[in-house]
């Protein structure tokens, strides 16, 4: 019998790929359209090789997955009752018990629902939530060329489809596979409703619209179970666009000053600020007690590796906003190239050569005025997700291994920015012509 659902499931999951494809291929405009099956099959790819040798916390979770598939099957009755419980029975009778909000309980949880089609296949578990994001970066880069045509093409298929490290971290059993996946479908959903008429979103009647509303929410609450610390800034983020873009519509800030529309943005910030701390002073206290606690532990478990570390950092509000600039740059330059004889260290050491290559390309194009055709209020408001996303994980996660993965998730939305100056663009026309010409 559950040959049988498994069969079904995929068979189902197959066709739906293959409509799916179809569909994006016929509406994606054609200098997006040539990439939608190079850029699969270099996901694939990647899938292929990460889901072979499948990490530690990967082979952690399925086992345990394993467990809440068997106990679904035993006692369908109660299925529900035990997806909403806090503790996992594996086969052999093992417990596993975690806090309710735990975002490994739910990540599991996940790979239970995904083994009734898997049959607890580590490879065809990793195979689905690839797919997942590439869904998810596809539809965001479509939406990108749709709403921003002004914007280089290129620019969104290489920040979500093809960046190597991108694609590496989010084409296999992760967490931030689920969340780049959720989080680029989101801001995609959110860019048609906001950016689009009504007619070109399909949202055309109140059902359609509430089935988008419905369908964001739950992008929404399955990226803040993956990692609350991303999804809470991008909420933000979307949540003051919204506004802006709404009282821009309605005159009140002008239809096209952009003067306004930054001074409007500083208000809500510091106003939003101010009243997050007052409002919560606890749960303030415990983020800033939290975020320094992952630092040391994780400081003590790199010792003798390279790793990032803040002489004199304290749990308070002062110390971490001292330490943020430094954490930032961290994050963007560790390791450095040399630091260690690694292939790992060297690689991204390369690489983050080429992200201050970009960075300072995208530097001289600003100061020269041609830092491309984004709205400056979408510009600004991607730069302080970037950049407080970056603070915290630069300052939570000194293991430069666990931090690399983190960032993969936060490096589409820098590499948006980087790559939509009038130099970026010339660079990537250029790459592309002695691609054709080989």
Partial sequence: MRLIVALLLNMLLALGLVWWLRREHRRAAPSLRRWLLPALGWRLLLTAIVGSRPSPDANFMVFWSKGLAVDAWAHPASAWVLWQGQQIRSGSGQVLSKYDLSNTLFFIKILGILNFASLGIVFLNALYLSLFCFIGCWLL??????????????????????????????????????????????????????????????????????????LSLLLAWLAYRMRFFFALPLLGVLAVLAGLRGATQRGWLGATSSRRQIIALLLVAGVGSGLVIRLFPNETKFYKEQ??????????????????????????????????????????????????????????????????????????????????HLPVVLVLLLMAYFLLTASFIGLSTPNLGTMHRYRAALLPWLLLLLLQNNYAHWLMKKLAERKRGF
């Fill in 141 to 214: 880069a479509r939406t990108w060329a749709q709403v921003f045509p002004a914007t280089p093409p290129a620019a969104a298929v290489v920040a979500l489809l093809l960046w190597p490290s991108v694609v590496w971290w989010t084409a296999g059993l992760g967490k931030e596979t689920m969340l780049v996946g959720c989080e680029t479908a989101l801001v995609a959903l959110v860019l048609r409703l906001l950016y689009c008429p009504p007619a070109a979103t399909g949202a055309k009647t109140w059902l359609n619209r509430l089935a988008y509303l419905l």
């Fill in 291 to 372: 975020l320094y606690e992952q630092y040391t532990f994780g400081s003590a478990a790199s010792v003798g590796r390279p790793h990032l570390d803040y002489p004199g950092l304290a749990p308070t509000g002062p110390s971490l906003l001292a330490h943020a600039p430094l954490a930032v740059a961290q994050v963007l330059t560790r390791p450095w190239v040399g630091e260690s004889r690694s292939l790992f260290y060297i690689g991204v050491g390369l690489e983050n050569l080429g992200l201050l290559g970009l960075l300072g390309l995208a530097v001289v194009a600003v100061v020269r005025g041609r830092p491309g």
